[in-house]
């Protein structure tokens, strides 16, 4: 070929050449330096030693023992009010439509109050029950049944006051995203015993998703194989799992393959660490064309069961994401949460705290009751850790609307906590005779975090991931160990 046709030729590829082109091909390129430095920093080295990059989900050992080895997080998403449920405020109602003290509104900080509303003394029926003599309203009947089987905290606290950011913090110990997740996180250092089904699961009910959305189950700069995986109440688990009409399962087998292999030849090409995890979901979501069916079933369960968690056969619901917790502890998956709307109790309408705070207890006492007595019952409630509760709770005074309602509370509030190696009819904790701070026993969110993987098996100081060339965890650089509490 004469020199000059060659030169041409050379020159006119050249033109051809695109930016994204030049970079993707240029092997000593700027862009492939600077991949290869960012995968090396963020990706490969920074990921545990243990953890298979290729079958991230394999079950790992935690640090030391473990008292729990599975988790199921009932998020009570909007706040609910411990004064209408647990905390009984003699005093609170004494002084009901007085001034607060001007000593315990000092650098408090609130949603929506103005700073003119008054004391809001509790209307509710509170009663002792149990061993323990916890006290529940007469909201509560099913939790009468279990006041001796939880551990309860009623020196809760956080730092955030807005619904999703505060969401976001209890998931996350941040409260913006971007951060790893609590299931991210369990699931990232200990895997999940079942093969068939995803090791975080999100389970959602009540009137519309809670505010944050996919954040609050997000794996952040982890790997994305540590995300929660959102599953439908019913019906097909995911939409569009199953394979198109005439397509059969061996067809179906040769596809998977066919696409890993594809994916695979680009992984050996550009190192990129999150290929992996897209030909894990391909395989996950082949072997759970046979597994979400099984799961979804709740015809395998008796009327007794049904009945028992509240639920009516083919309505979503919280009873029925209860009995779902249920049966994926029973097929192994590491970390359930469930979300249940809307808690938020500001006074007017859809918000009141008399027949809609009512009808969201009643949504819920039941089938939170009836999961841990179904787990005890079982002999899965010893290595389960079950968590209820919500971002914060509701403040002592009420808010300025035409209807009674409470704005967003920080600085004391009450959760549980059922099996799992914590304490039973164990109480910690409580606040001060108005409600406004915590007396003793306080518990703040990285505590909580703390302690939550603690009884997995993990130093919360040590369950690391460098990221941005600094080792983040999920308590930052807080949080203490709850030891009173533990079994």
């Known amino acids: 070929m004469p020199e000059s046709h060659s030169s041409e030729l050379a020159a006119g590829i050249l033109r051809q050449q695109t930016r994204r082109h030049f970079f993707q091909q240029c092997g000593v390129g700027v862009g492939a330096v600077a991949l290869q430095q960012l995968l090396q920093n963020e990706g490969k080295a920074a990921l545990r030693v243990d953890v298979d990059a290729t079958n991230p989900m394999a079950p790992r050992l935690p640090q030391f023992e473990a008292k729990a080895k599975q988790v199921i997080f009932l998020f009570m998403a909007g706040g609910p009010s411990q004064l209408e449920l647990f905390s009984d405020k003699p005093?609170?109602?004494?002084?009901?439509?007085?001034?607060?003290?001007?000593?315990?509104?000092?650098?408090?900080?609130?949603?929506?109050?103005?700073?003119?509303?008054?004391?809001?003394?509790?209307?509710?029926?509170?009663?002792?029950?149990?061993e323990c003599g916890m006290t529940?309203?007469?909201?509560?009947?099913?939790?009468?049944?279990?006041?001796?089987?939880?551990?309860?905290?009623?020196?809760?606290?956080?730092?955030?006051?807005?619904?999703?950011?505060?969401?976001?913090?209890?998931?996350?110990?941040?409260?913006?995203?971007?951060?790893?997740?609590?299931?991210?996180?369990?699931?990232?250092?200990?895997?999940?015993?079942?093969?068939?089904?995803?090791?975080?699961?999100?389970?959602?009910?009540?009137?519309?998703?809670?505010?944050?959305?996919?954040?609050?189950?997000?794996?952040?700069?982890?790997?994305?194989?540590?995300?929660?995986?959102?599953?439908?109440?019913?019906?097909?688990?995911?939409?569009?799992?199953?394979?198109?009409?005439?397509?059969?399962?061996?067809?179906?087998?040769?596809?998977?393959?066919?696409?890993?292999?594809?994916?695979?030849?680009?992984?050996?090409?550009?190192?990129?660490?999150?290929?992996?995890?897209?030909?894990?979901?391909?395989?996950?979501?082949?072997?759970?064309?046979?597994?979400?069916?099984?799961?979804?079933?709740?015809?395998?369960?008796?009327?007794?069961?049904?009945?028992?968690?509240?639920?009516?056969?083919?309505?979503?619901?919280?009873?029925?994401?209860?009995?779902?917790?249920r049966r994926l502890i029973e097929r192994g998956v590491r970390f359930i949460q469930l979300y249940h709307t809307d808690w938020d109790s500001h006074g007017g309408p859809g918000q009141t705290l008399e027949e809609d705070f009512e009808r969201v207890v009643k949504e819920?006492?039941?089938?939170?009751?009836?999961?841990?007595?179904?787990?005890k019952e079982r002999g899965l409630l010893k290595d389960t850790l079950v968590i209820w509760g919500g971002e914060f709770g509701r403040t002592p005074m009420g808010e300025d609307r035409k209807t009674a309602g409470r704005d967003h509370h920080i600085d004391a509030y009450t959760m549980w906590l059922a099996g799992g190696g914590v304490k039973a009819g164990h109480i910690h904790g409580d606040s001060d005779e108005l409600g406004f701070g915590v007396a003793e026993g306080k518990v703040h969110t990285h505590d909580l975090h703390a302690t939550i993987l603690h009884l997995l098996g993990y130093d919360h100081e040590q369950l690391t991931y460098r990221f941005q060339g600094r080792d983040f965890r999920l308590t930052d650089v807080h949080g203490h160990v709850v030891h009173e509490i533990l079994a």
């Open 364 to 375: 819920t006492d039941q089938a939170s009751a009836a999961l841990v007595l179904d787990l």
């Open 136 to 325: 529940l309203s007469d909201v509560l009947p099913y939790h009468r049944q279990i006041v001796d089987d939880v551990c309860w905290l009623r020196g809760v606290t956080t730092d955030v006051f807005n619904h999703a950011p505060a969401k976001l913090f209890l998931n996350s110990g941040f409260q913006a995203p971007g951060r790893p997740s609590l299931g991210s996180w369990v699931t990232y250092g200990l895997g999940s015993p079942s093969s068939n089904l995803p090791g975080f699961v999100v389970l959602q009910s009540g009137p519309r998703g809670p505010r944050g959305g996919a954040a609050l189950w997000s794996s952040g700069f982890l790997p994305t194989s540590f995300q929660g995986v959102p599953f439908r109440g019913q019906g097909d688990a995911i939409l569009h799992l199953q394979s198109p009409q005439g397509i059969t399962r061996p067809r179906e087998r040769h596809f998977v393959d066919t696409v890993s292999a594809l994916n695979r030849a680009r992984l050996e090409e550009t190192g990129d660490p999150e290929i992996l995890t897209r030909i894990n979901a391909y395989e996950m979501a082949y072997r759970m064309q046979s597994s979400a069916p099984d799961l979804m079933d709740l015809g395998e369960e008796s009327k007794l069961t049904l009945d028992r968690y509240g639920v009516t056969p083919g309505q979503p619901s919280f009873a029925a994401n209860c009995l779902l917790a």
């Open 91 to 130: 005093l609170l109602r004494q002084h009901h439509g007085q001034t607060p003290p001007a000593e315990l509104m000092a650098g408090k900080r609130f949603a929506f109050l103005k700073g003119t509303e008054k004391l809001l003394g509790g209307q509710r029926n509170f009663q002792r029950y149990g």
